[in-house]
């Protein structure tokens, strides 16, 4: 990992066209700015853990498991 | 193509049917290929079904007859998209059943989008602090 030390309104380039941008800094919170092309997405990254983390939860052991929620909602649906 | 998925056992899919996906899913980056499949004992949940790790696959629902307001999380543009291409874009949100009781829960927060003109799909994460990643159905 590069690690660089910045002052306030100092800049980085990463490849070719995205820039990270140090915008304000203020007691241990620092302020930055990502410009990058629209295709690219920009997370922050305990965000990317708990939809990480939901995913592998998601996944289905049992089937039947799946049919019975099914059923379920099928129901809920109905009355409602 | 055959394909041999551990839910459903060997199953012909049309080649057309196979959707990419470049980046895979969060955590799950190496998984490029899914199917979706629907079956009526599912209902109304259907399965989404890596071609990359058999033994991978997970419910989905459209979340946008449940929850009307969610479309309001979407940026406008993918939005309008996804409203003007009637039938070739679709949301989908990832179902997690729980517990003893197995509660279902919505994963509102990383919706996935499938496109299905371009034959591609991929899972983003929706900026608003109020999205649940476990959204309670019952």
């Known amino acids: 990992m590069l690690v660089l030390t910045r002052k306030l309104g100092e800049n980085i380039l990463v490849g070719d066209d995205i820039i990270i941008k140090v915008i304000n800094i203020d007691n241990h919170r620092v302020q930055i700015g990502i410009q990058a092309p629209s295709a690219i997405s920009i997370y922050r990254m305990e965000l990317v853990e708990k939809v990480k983390e939901q995913n592998h939860s998601s996944i289905i052991k049992k089937k039947h498991d799946l049919i019975q929620a099914a059923r379920k909602l099928r129901k809920l649906w109905r009355v409602a | 193509m055959k394909v041999v998925t551990q839910q459903f056992g060997e199953l012909e899919i049309p080649e057309n049917y196979v959707i990419n996906f470049p980046s895979g899913i969060i955590g799950f980056e190496d998984c490029k290929q ?33 929850i009307p307001d969610y479309q309001k999380e979407f940026p406008e543009r993918l939005m309008k998209l996804i409203k003007s291409q009637k039938g070739g874009l679709e949301v989908f949100n990832v179902v997690t059943l729980k517990g003893e009781e197995q509660k279902m829960t919505l994963n509102l927060k990383g919706p996935i989008i499938i496109d299905y003109q371009k034959r591609e799909g991929k899972q983003i994460i929706l900026t608003s602090d109020d999205l649940s990643v476990s959204y309670p159905l019952s």
């Open chain 2, 34 to 66: 899914f199917v979706v499949i629907d079956d009526e004992d599912y209902e109304p949940f259907r399965w989404l079904i890596s071609l990359d790790r058999k033994e991978f696959g997970f419910p989905v629902l459209n979340p946008f007859s449940l």
